[in-house]
């Protein structure tokens, strides 16, 4: 009966803009967020959020992967939100995010610096419970990557100086100083913009989504702008002006790999700072997300377009959502990842193309609690426009 309700209202809230805000949902929300929060060791550690991935070739199996990135977002979104928040709610995020804080210490480097991996370092694994796979755990293991770094730094709201290190360490992980890329689009493969990755095993890897990240958290932390960073605007600059996003965005965000998770980046990062020279595009981002609004999208999908448009302050076009839809299933999609494992990711630009085409060696990601947080922040992004 609950569920029911909780639809009903949905479907009120996204049909009828007029009605007052009804905080239920969102109470509702951070609930089943707080009741999917891992509360003993275990598969994932205490803390945790579950995730799972799914082979793309073979969508019966799904494994759990133990990584630290939807935890983080999880946290960072909610935070991102928490003073527009009641105080009762205010006090679930506070618990969901100290109850997440200790579980980051798995996946921090073994060294001592305050960057993170995306599979845990206690003990050196790669895509956890793949059986014969796991075999080359120690040899195959990633390098710390800046996209959890950046994601869990800010959902551990960490010290200024911490960042400010982090940050004078990520200049050296750039396109031309440990090895030059060659897998991306030829007007940005020239430019000094950061790496994915923390280290020499990888080849360099540009990702739109990352660099909006990282650039988030330099903005976050308001730290100096480097040669790096404003490499990393005009690898967006670019993109943006070539329209790559659109036609080929697993090509220019091979580990997101979708136009409207391009979008959904791009907007919260100049939702927290305006950048002159992404600030130009603006008008049409607004317009490719409107155009793609109106066509059949997933539920999330068209959550996330939704609030990308109110994160540039723009009012949405409504969300489609059937009656007879049951409201688990809506919000907690399997088939909705936000994330993806790519391993022809590292491949040269044709072999990359070409294996991103065929789907060989792609993982898709699943988390139900992400799932759920993309929709209230969406709730809240709504009423924070409309007051």
Same mark, same amino acid.
């Given at each position: 009966?609950?569920?029911?309700?909780?639809?009903?209202?949905?479907?009120?809230?996204?049909?009828?803009?007029? !009605?007052?805000?009804?905080?239920?949902?969102?109470?509702?929300?951070?609930? #089943?967020?707080?009741?999917?929060?891992?509360?003993?060791?275990? !598969?994932?550690?205490?803390?945790?959020?579950?995730?799972?991935?799914?082979?793309?070739?073979?969508?019966?199996?799904?494994?759990?992967?133990?990584?630290?990135?939807?935890?983080?977002?999880?946290?960072?979104?909610?935070?991102?939100?928490?003073?527009?928040?009641?105080?009762?709610?205010?006090?679930?995020?506070?618990?969901?995010?100290?109850?997440?804080?200790?579980?980051?210490?798995?996946?921090?480097?073994?060294?001592?610096?305050?960057?993170?991996?995306?599979?845990?370092?206690?003990?050196?694994?790669?895509?956890?419970?793949?059986?014969?796979?796991?075999?080359?755990?120690?040899?195959?293991?990633?390098?710390?990557?800046?996209?959890?770094?950046? !994601?869990?730094?800010?959902?551990?709201?960490?010290?200024?100086?911490?960042?400010?290190?982090?940050?004078?360490?990520?200049?050296?992980?750039?396109?031309?100083?440990?090895?030059?890329?060659?897998?991306?689009?030829?007007?940005?493969?020239?430019?000094?913009?950061?790496?994915?990755?923390?280290?020499?095993?990888?080849?360099?890897?540009?990702?739109?989504?990352?660099?909006?990240?990282?650039?988030?958290?330099?903005?976050?932390?308001? /730290?100096?702008?480097?040669?790096?960073? &404003?490499? &990393?605007?005009?690898? @967006?600059?670019?993109?943006?002006?070539?329209?790559?996003?659109?036609?080929?965005?697993?090509? !220019?965000?091979?580990?997101?790999?979708?136009?409207?998770?391009?979008?959904?980046?791009?907007? #919260?990062?100049?939702?927290?700072?305006? @950048?002159?020279?992404?600030?130009?595009?603006?008008? @049409?981002?607004?317009?490719?997300?409107?155009?793609?609004?109106?066509?059949?999208?997933?539920?999330?999908?068209?959550?996330?377009?939704?609030?990308?448009?109110?994160?540039?302050?723009?009012?949405?076009?409504?969300?489609?959502?059937?009656?007879?839809?049951?409201?688990?299933?809506?919000?907690?999609?399997?088939?909705?990842?936000?994330?993806?494992?790519?391993?022809?990711?590292?491949?040269?630009?044709?072999?990359?193309?070409?294996?991103?085409?065929? &789907?060989?060696?792609?993982?898709?990601?699943?988390?139900?609690?992400?799932?759920?947080?993309? /929709?209230?922040?969406? @709730?809240?992004?709504?009423?924070?426009?409309?007051?």
């Amino acid at each position: 009966m609950k569920l029911k309700c909780l639809l009903l209202f949905l479907l009120f809230f996204y049909m009828n803009k007029s !009605i007052a805000f009804d905080t239920t949902i969102v109470t509702q929300l951070l609930h #089943r967020i707080e009741q999917l929060q891992v509360k003993e060791d275990g !598969i994932f550690p205490k803390g945790h959020f579950s995730s799972y991935r799914t082979y793309a070739l073979n969508q019966d199996r799904q494994k759990a992967d133990i990584n630290p990135f939807f935890t983080g977002l999880i946290v960072f979104t909610l935070n991102r939100v928490k003073d527009k928040l009641t105080p009762y709610q205010q006090k679930l995020v506070e618990q969901i995010a100290s109850n997440a804080a200790p579980s980051f210490a798995k996946f921090k480097n073994r060294k001592g610096r305050d960057t993170y991996n995306f599979w845990p370092t206690d003990t050196a694994q790669i895509f956890p419970n793949s059986g014969w796979m796991n075999l080359f755990n120690k040899q195959q293991s990633l390098p710390d990557d800046m996209d959890d770094t950046a !994601i869990i730094l800010l959902a551990l709201n960490a010290d200024k100086q911490t960042a400010s290190n982090v940050h004078f360490l990520m200049q050296e992980y750039i396109n031309g100083a440990k090895g030059k890329i060659n897998n991306t689009i030829a007007s940005i493969s020239h430019l000094p913009a950061y790496s994915v990755w923390f280290g020499k095993k990888m080849p360099v890897d540009f990702d739109i989504s990352v660099l909006s990240n990282v650039l988030y958290f330099v903005q976050a932390y308001k /730290l100096p702008f480097t040669k790096a960073d &404003s490499s &990393s605007i005009q690898v @967006i600059v670019n993109i943006l002006e070539e329209n790559k996003h659109i036609t080929e965005p697993s090509v !220019i965000s091979p580990h997101y790999g979708s136009t409207e998770i391009i979008l959904y980046h791009l907007s #919260r990062l100049m939702a927290l700072n305006p @950048i002159p020279a992404i600030e130009n595009f603006r008008p @049409i981002l607004v317009q490719q997300t409107q155009e793609l609004q109106q066509k059949t999208q997933s539920f999330l999908s068209q959550v996330l377009l939704s609030s990308a448009l109110l994160n540039w302050g723009i009012k949405p076009n409504e969300i489609n959502i059937q009656s007879n839809q049951n409201l688990k299933g809506l919000i907690e999609d399997e088939s909705f990842s936000f994330f993806i494992a790519n391993m022809a990711s590292i491949l040269p630009s044709q072999l990359k193309k070409t294996f991103t085409a065929s &789907s060989l060696g792609k993982f898709n990601y699943y988390c139900p609690a992400f799932n759920n947080v993309l /929709l209230l922040e969406n @709730i809240i992004l709504h009423q924070k426009l409309v007051n």
